[in-house]
């Protein structure tokens, strides 16, 4: 297929693409949501993935962009996001894509939601309380697809990105921004899940729908939970980046 990927987050869209375009799709890329209107209505796709928190326009508003500006004709439009947020979900169900993935993106979500139809992808949900703190499957299938190169400086973007969004998440709390922190924690949950950081994406995700309620009881606890995640996730990432190397 012809797809346009749409998503800010460069580590993320990284490994998306590399995955797409090595099952044997062509893959445009959009980093905004200005740029993905545009990318639409300059070409020609089979499938449009939309990253619902995209700069200069979210990606709800950029898919009734898209549908208006071709008169109802676009292509197949899934959503793609790591919030765990009732508005986001509202948000996504909302703008008249056909469907929703939870990102991490994966191949087989994908084709299952592709041979589902319409409206039948799946929908985010309200992330588990505890599982396990690292797919090895994640890297597994990277290290399946592309060169082992390649792997490891997929894998050294995210550590280093993980690291840019940690911070910028304590700035945020600590002067009392808490839009800014609620960005950085859902950024920090969509780089994790796609990297395998399974505990780090849970207690961002829950991070992220506890800076949004302003009545959240227990803030603090996650706070906590999502900053005892990211070093053990940071570790995994540079284990998985040397094991790339050989």
Known sequence: MRIL???????????????????????VTAEDGPAAVSAAAADVFDLVLMDLELPGLPGDEAVRAIRLQLNGAAPRILMLTASATAD??????GCGADGVLTKPLRLESLAAALES????????????????AFDEAAIATMREMLPATR????????????????????????TGDRRTAATMAHRIAGVSGQYGCLAL???????????????????????????????PALEFLERCAATARG
């Open 88 to 93: 986001g979900q509202t948000r996504c169900a």
């Open 117 to 132: 139809g319409p409206q039948a992808a799946s929908s985010p949900a309200e992330p588990p309380s505890a599982g396990p």
């Open 201 to 231: 994406r849970r207690t961002a995700r829950a991070l992220e729908a506890g800076l949004e309620d302003s009545a959240c009881a227990d803030l603090p606890q996650r706070i906590g939970a999502s900053n005892a995640a990211l070093a």
């Open 151 to 174: 792997v490891a400086e997929l894998i050294d973007k995210a550590g280093a990105a993980l690291r840019q969004h940690g911070d910028a998440l304590e700035e945020a709390l600590r």
């Open 5 to 27: 990927l749409a998503e800010d987050e460069a580590v993320t869209r990284l490994a998306a693409r590399a995955l797409l375009e090595r099952a044997g799709h062509r893959v």
